[in-house]
Structures are given as structure tokens and as C-alpha cells.
């Protein structure tokens, strides 16, 4: 049995019979070896034909293939990585560019000298203007002395190189200084009132204010009458000759034209002509509003500070003042980085066209309507919007700031009105700021391979309908919490004058920043009452609910992982090639393995497959050595074998 074993599957002869024709095979014998093992040539050949490697396994190729997948998924993230994170870095460098670290040191040395009167000896703070002579007081003591400084002298010299800036000696003035009062129209006074007083002032309004031209005094002036001389500062001038724009202030909004007192560049000038205000009761009982407006320059910073400083005469009585200065940089291509900021700026630019295109290609092949109701893409499409208008204002700010520059050039001592483009450059921020905003956002879409990253979004998608109701019911409550104390405390506190300010005052409550002793004082009933009763039901009762809602769709996500899409394993393939590229030990991959087939003399390497053709050979055997000595057909064919050379296995039907 061993020799005939070895002879069958082990023994590989060296010589060469006689190639004799080969007997035909009978319904159950098969040829062991197809090749004539005498003849060199035909081994040659059979052994080569043998030697090549049969289709590979189905297994292998699947492997093969979400392999490859998983390379092209991750160089496709490395790359929108990679140009997402440049394009954060370059639109990060435009915003900053238009912002300034000493911003806000400026603002409050601004602040100092002109509303603090900080710089003067005897200076007369705003906030302690409360009536109509405190104006007065304030622009003598404060603006005027910070604008128009004396003269400075050291070691018995005057400094001339000092003159046209301010008292810090920092800040240069830009033109000159100048004043604007709107009006209300006299009407006359509601019953019962009309029995006491026949003329009264109403709430202001910018298409109904006062736009006559009085002589000096407000006195009625008649055009008719030759005699009849109109004051200059009485003389009312549309918006279109004093390029002025509304202005927000603390209860309304005032528009761009008005009296106008130019308070010129002249200290002794400057007093004089408020001194004659003064006199001729230039703010009186229908004024609404005194407008102070400068600019000056920082030429250190390389920055503007506007004053669109408002102090308002409200008919309740009494005077509010407003202090408003914008600090802004208008040309920004001056010092060490014009080069690198105007380099920036051309990328987003291009950047911004690269996106533009993208999109379009995108829309055109998913269609419109599938292409609007993807949310990333409705996204993609506002910023893209948003940039395109930032683009158009960027090169209009940039021709203001050029006609502004040529204006003020040509007349030193007139007032330049820089309104116009302060309100430019805020807009223009505001939108730098919100594309900022979104693609800061846009970087949880990059991270959506992150198992753990995407259950946020999917929480809030699970909890959806339920954080819906639960919003309408809230809203309901809130609101009507906010009537209340509107009602109750609104006429008493300045937390709650309004709806708006009751909103933002209960939403500080609910972060437990409140205070319980005015509430008290305006109302010893009502306070314990709608304080507790709001901290139970919406800080403790709904503020949970809330809470609830989001644990309870966080666990269910977090248990059905299934809700999501499986990219997470992107995360180890990437970290296994980092890991395998810096030649560190990983977690290897599972050996993709297939069939091989080897030429004589090398061992096949899969057990299996030998097991298989061994057990195959040894039951072939013992159907041989069961065999019959009767059966002369098979007789026969094993002394054929043995004089042609030609091996058969010889299957037995017994």
C-alpha cells in the first residue's frame, strides 16, 4: 500500500517510455495525471499549463474591493479636509484683517476723553446729562476741551506739531465737529389736557418731524418778508445736503437731516457758538433729539472712532443720553501684512467661484428640487449667496473709503460725515461673520465618518416631533409669563418697559441671574408670586422635560446605532495606515488569502485543499484492494499502466 501510494501521488519518473497511444477510459475510471510522463516535452508543457493561477476566490475579491473602497473613501476625506481647513485659515485671515486686538483699548480711550471727560480738569461726564442746560455744560467742558485742546508748550516753546489732535496727542481730528437737532411739530394737546395747555409734543416720527426754518430763537420766519432773516442754525437741511443717515437711538429712530451747528476747528470759535445756542434757546421743549457727531483718527492703530452720540428728550421729560462711537479701520492695505491680506482676499475669491461652480455641476446632476432638499446643500448654497454679496460690498467699501479720503483732503476744517461708511463696514462684517459661523459649522459635516460625532446630529433628528410640541407649549408659557410682567412691573422697572426686554429679562432669570429686590420694591404682591411660581413651572418643570426629551432620544440612538450611516470604520483604516506609515505597531488588517497553485517542487501552502485530494486518493485505494481477483477488465488495465507508463485511478463499483 505505501509503495503504491508513493507511486500514485509522490513518485515523479525521470525516464522516457514509449508514447503509446492511450487506451479510451471507461464510465468509472478517470486519468490520474493528464500528461505522458516519458515524454520531457509534454511534462514541460503540462507542468507550465498547471503552474497557472486559476480565478481567485470570491472572498478574496471582496475584500479586495471594500479595501480599495475604503482608500478612496479616505483619500477623498483627507482631501476635503485638507482644502476645507486652508479655506477656514484663508476666510479666518480676511475677517481678522478687518478686526484689531486694540479695537477695544481705542474705544475706551475714545470713551474716556469725550464722554467721561477724563481729560479735562473740570470735565462734565454724559451720563450726567438728565435736562437740557446739562447739553450745554457737557459740550463745553467736555467735547469741545477734548477736541480742540489749549495749546501745549514745553520748556517755554509751543508745539505746533501738536495741533489738530485731540487731548490724548494720539488721535488726530478729522474735520470738524458738528451738531444735529430734530424736531417734533407742536400739536395741540388731547382733552382734558387742552384746558391747561393748548400746545403739546408728541412722539417722534421720521416722516412727520418738524422741517420748517425759523429765525434765530424759533421764531416764525416768513419768506415773503424782506425783513425777515433765517437763523442758521434754525434752518432745517435735508439729508441729501447733510449726508447723513438715520440713526439708531434708545427709543427711535432718527433720520439723516436736521440743524446743523458746525462747531468749526477754533476753540474760541467752538465756545462762542455755543455760548449763542445758549442764548437762544436752541434746544427747547420741542426738540427730540441733539445728534453729536466727529470723527477722529488714530494714526498709530491706523483707525477711525465715529461718534454718532445720541441724548434724546423723550415727552415723558427729562434728557437720555446715548454715547455711540464706532471704531473701524478703513484703508486696511497699510503696514507689514498689505501684501499677505490683499493675497487672502484674492483667494476667497477664487475660492468662492471654485464653490460656485461646484455647486452648479451638483445641481445639474442631482436636479433642483433633490438638490434643495438635501440640508448641506441648501447650506452650501446660502454661504455661497452670502459670499458673492460680501465680494460686491468689499469693492464698494473699498470706493468709499477712497472718495472719503479725497473729500477730507480737500477742506480740513469741514466736517466729514463717515456714517455712511461706518454702516458699510458693520455690514460687511456682519456677513464675514456669519459665512465664519457656517463653515465653522460645516465642520461637524466632516466629522460625520465619527461614530460618535454623528449621534448629535441623529439625536436631535430622533427627538425632532417631540422637541416640536414641547417648544409650542414652552413658547405658550413663556409668553404669557412675559405679558404678565410687562403688565405688572413694566411701568416701574427698565427690565421690563417692554415685551422684548421681559424676554430677555426671563431668559436671564432662567439662567438664575436676576434681581428679586427691584422686582420687591415695584411690587411686594405680585414679586413672590410670579417669581416662585416661574422658577417651579419653567426652570425646574420644563427646563427638565426638556432635558428628559434629549437624554431619552440620545439613549435610543446610542442603542440602535443602526439609525446612522456606518462610516465609522473610514476612522481605524485611516489610523492603520498613518500607523503603518510612520512604521509603528497597529492593528494589521485581516490577510486577504486565495487559492494558489505551484509549480514541482514547491509545497502548496493550503491544508485544506491537501486534505481533500489525500482523502480522495485513500478511498480510490480501498476500492482497489476491495476488487474482486475474478475481474480480469481491470486486470488488465493495471499491466497497461504498468508497460505505458500512463497512471488511471480505477474506480470501483463494488
Not at 440713526?247 to 458746525?262: F, H, K, N, P, R
Not at 459635516?445 to 439625536?459: D, I, P, S
Not at 414641547?470 to 415685551?499: E, N, P
Not at 413672590?528 to 416661574?534: H, K, Y
Request: proline residues 3%; aromatic residues 16%; charged residues 25%.
Amino acid at each position: 500500500m505505501l509503495a503504491t501510494f508513493y507511486a500514485l501521488i509522490i513518485k515523479s519518473p525521470d525516464v522516457e517510455d514509449e508514447d503509446e497511444d492511450a487506451p479510451e477510459l471507461n464510465d468509472n475510471e478517470e486519468w490520474m495525471h493528464d500528461n505522458d510522463l516519458h515524454s520531457v516535452d509534454k511534462l514541460k508543457a503540462n507542468q507550465k499549463l498547471h503552474s497557472l493561477p486559476e480565478p481567485p476566490d470570491e472572498e478574496y475579491i471582496r475584500e479586495c474591493r471594500q479595501r480599495r473602497f475604503k482608500e478612496m473613501q479616505m483619500n477623498a476625506i483627507i482631501r476635503e479636509i485638507a482644502l476645507y481647513l486652508f479655506f477656514l485659515y484663508i476666510i479666518l485671515a480676511v475677517g481678522y484683517g478687518n478686526r484689531d486686538p486694540w479695537s477695544y483699548l481705542y474705544y475706551s480711550d475714545v470713551e474716556e476723553t469725550f464722554s467721561k471727560g477724563s481729560f479735562s480738569d473740570d470735565g462734565y461726564a454724559m451720563s450726567s446729562i438728565v435736562k437740557s442746560g446739562d447739553v450745554y455744560d457737557w459740550l463745553t467742558k467736555t467735547l469741545v476741551p477734548g477736541m480742540i485742546p489749549e495749546d501745549r508748550y514745553y520748556d517755554g516753546k509751543k508745539h505746533d506739531f501738536l495741533k489738530g489732535f485731540v487731548a490724548d496727542s494720539n488721535s488726530y481730528r478729522v474735520g470738524s465737529p458738528r451738531l444735529r437737532l430734530v424736531r417734533v411739530k407742536p400739536e395741540k394737546c388731547l382733552m382734558p389736557i387742552y384746558k391747561y395747555e393748548q400746545e403739546c409734543r408728541m412722539d417722534y416720527s421720521m416722516t412727520d418731524q418738524d422741517k420748517t426754518t425759523y429765525k434765530i430763537g424759533w421764531q416764525a420766519y416768513n419768506s415773503s418778508d424782506p425783513s425777515s432773516v433765517a437763523g442758521e442754525y434754525w434752518t432745517y437741511k435735508d439729508s441729501s445736503i447733510t449726508k447723513g443717515y438715520p440713526i439708531l437711538g434708545l427709543m427711535a429712530t432718527y433720520s439723516g437731516g436736521g440743524y446743523t451747528v458746525e462747531l468749526g476747528t477754533d476753540k474760541t470759535e467752538a465756545l462762542k457758538r455755543i455760548a449763542e445756542l445758549k442764548d437762544n434757546r436752541w434746544i427747547d421743549k420741542y426738540t427730540r433729539a441733539v445728534i453729536v457727531e466727529f470723527v477722529i483718527y488714530n494714526t498709530n492703530l491706523n483707525m477711525f472712532a465715529v461718534s454718532m452720540s445720541t441724548i434724546e428728550f423723550l415727552p415723558t421729560g427729562g434728557a437720555f443720553p446715548n454715547y455711540q462711537v464706532r471704531v473701524f479701520r478703513l484703508d486696511r492695505y497699510i503696514g507689514a501684512y498689505t501684501f499677505f491680506t490683499l493675497a487672502c482676499e484674492i483667494v476667497t475669491v477664487l475660492f468662492v467661484i471654485f464653490f460656485l461652480v461646484k455647486e452648479i455641476r451638483v445641481m445639474k446632476k442631482q436636479g433642483v428640487k433633490p438638490y434643495f432638499k438635501e440640508f448641506w446643500n441648501v447650506v452650501e448654497f446660502v454661504t455661497i449667496c452670502i459670499s458673492i454679496g460680501t465680494i460686491v460690498m468689499f469693492f464698494y467699501r473699498l470706493f468709499i473709503s477712497i472718495s472719503l479720503q479725497s473729500e477730507f483732503s480737500s477742506n480740513l476744517h469741514k466736517f466729514v460725515n463717515f456714517q455712511y461708511a461706518v454702516y458699510w463696514d458693520e455690514l460687511f462684517m456682519y456677513l464675514v461673520a456669519i459665512i465664519i459661523f457656517v463653515n465653522n459649522l460645516k465642520f461637524l459635516r466632516l466629522l460625520r465618518f465619527n461614530k460618535r460625532m454623528g449621534m448629535l446630529g441623529q439625536t436631535i433628528k430622533y427627538a425632532g416631533n417631540q422637541m416640536a410640541m414641547f417648544v409650542l407649549a414652552f413658547s405658550v408659557i413663556f409668553m404669557a409669563y412675559a405679558q404678565l410682567c410687562y403688565l405688572v412691573f413694566g411701568r416701574i422697572l427698565m427690565d421690563y418697559s417692554s415685551i422684548i426686554t421681559c424676554l430677555e429679562t426671563l431668559f436671564s432669570m432662567m439662567l438664575n441671574k436676576f434681581d428679586y429686590q427691584a422686582l420687591e420694591q415695584a411690587s411686594p404682591f405680585w414679586a413672590p408670586l410670579v417669581f416662585f411660581s416661574f422658577t417651579i413651572i419653567v426652570t425646574m418643570v420644563l427646563i427638565n422635560m426638556f432635558l428628559t426629551l434629549i437624554i431619552e432620544a440620545f439613549g435610543a440612538v446610542k442603542y440602535n446605532l443602526d439609525r446612522q450611516k456606518n462610516d465609522y470604520e473610514i476612522v481605524e483604516f485611516m489610523m492603520s495606515k498613518l500607523t503603518d506609515f510612520f512604521g509603528t505597531t497597529a492593528k494589521k488588517d485581516k490577510p486577504m488569502t486565495q487559492f494558489s497553485y505551484n509549480e514541482e517542487g514547491q509545497i502548496d501552502g493550503n491544508a485544506d485543499v491537501l486534505k481533500c485530494r489525500v482523502e480522495t486518493i485513500v478511498g480510490r485505494l480501498e476500492n482497489y484492494l476491495e476488487m474482486k481477483p475474478g475481474n480480469k477488465e481491470y486486470w488488465n488495465t493495471l499491466q497497461k499502466m504498468k508497460t505505458t507508463g500512463r497512471r488511471r485511478i480505477i474506480t470501483s463499483e463494488y
